[in-house]
């Protein structure tokens, strides 16, 4: 019996739309300007939205509309991601903005997100490179068998798997699928079991959604070493999206950079 297939994951494309698509009223998915609160109850002060590397104040950098079907305690779900703009920090990210936000100039350019399904159908082109290398491998001598099995390292099969999902929508800004696996950029700095620390409530915190490095793109980041950066923002939140009180709960991010050429 085959097994099952993963789910495929939802991607979020970056649109420019009019103003009153973005406000609270319609649940919105977004990048940059205010966040828009599914709630004033609770909302996280000053202090939640500082930098722990720093100390200075977060910029808000996207949300997501994440209902979870069948749960009428999570009919309205929104996840809100923060950020460091300080070089070098750019590391204090957190899933919930103060009473106060400095000057327009901290704020980043401001885009819907639209949700797509990943279409996981592979282009028939790459199934006849594919071939075509199969062929060729068959005629190659040994030693030159061994020698491209060395050459094609564990980082390069992680990079090309993250490009070939990437090459299928190139516009995508972030994947969403709750519970599968995020794909990494790099071989490097993957995180273990035991890095995702479980949630207060007890339960485990489980894959939910990853930004990628397009969204640098929107946000104007070509600074190198003054502009926000990652490879791969994955973002983990307890498995039984449990209620800590009312309002809203902090939850886990990952960072993983691109790995620098030797």
Not at 17 to 34: C, D, I, M, T
Not at 68 to 93: E, M, N, Q, V
Not at 148 to 168: G, M, N, P, T
Not at 197 to 226: H, N, S, T, W
Request: one cysteine or more; glycine letters at 8%.
């Amino acid at each position: 019996m085959a097994a099952a297939r993963p789910a495929p994951a939802e991607l979020g494309l970056a649109q420019a739309a009019p103003a009153w698509r973005l406000l609270r009223e319609q649940f919105p998915s977004k990048v940059g300007g205010r966040p828009a609160w599914l709630g004033a109850a609770g909302l996280p002060g000053p202090a939640a939205l500082s930098c722990e590397q720093c100390g200075r104040p977060l910029a808000f950098l996207l949300q997501l509309y994440a209902p979870l079907p069948g749960r009428a305690d999570a009919f309205h779900r929104g996840l809100f991601l923060f950020c460091c703009r300080a070089p070098p920090c750019c590391a204090g990210l957190r899933e919930h903005l103060g009473d106060t936000m400095p000057d327009h100039n901290f704020l980043f350019p401001e885009y819907e997100i639209i949700i797509e399904t990943e279409d996981e159908a592979a282009p028939e082109v790459e199934n006849e490179d594919e071939a075509e290398v199969t062929g060729s491998m068959d005629e190659m001598p040994e030693e030159e068998l061994d020698s491209l099995a060395k050459h094609e390292s564990r980082e390069d099969k992680i990079f090309q798997k993250f490009k070939a999902k990437v090459d299928l929508v190139p516009e995508q800004i972030l994947r969403y699928g709750r519970g599968i696996a995020p794909i990494w950029i790099s071989g490097e700095n993957i995180p273990q079991e035991k890095d995702i620390p479980d949630c207060p409530c007890g339960a485990k915190r489980i894959f939910e959604f990853q930004v990628m490095p397009q969204l640098l793109y929107y946000l104007k980041a070509d600074r190198l070493g003054r502009s926000v950066d990652w490879g791969v923002l994955a973002i983990f939140t307890c498995a039984k999206s449990c209620r800590l009180g009312t309002g809203y709960t902090e939850e886990f991010v990952w960072k993983q950079d691109v790995t620098a050429a030797p």
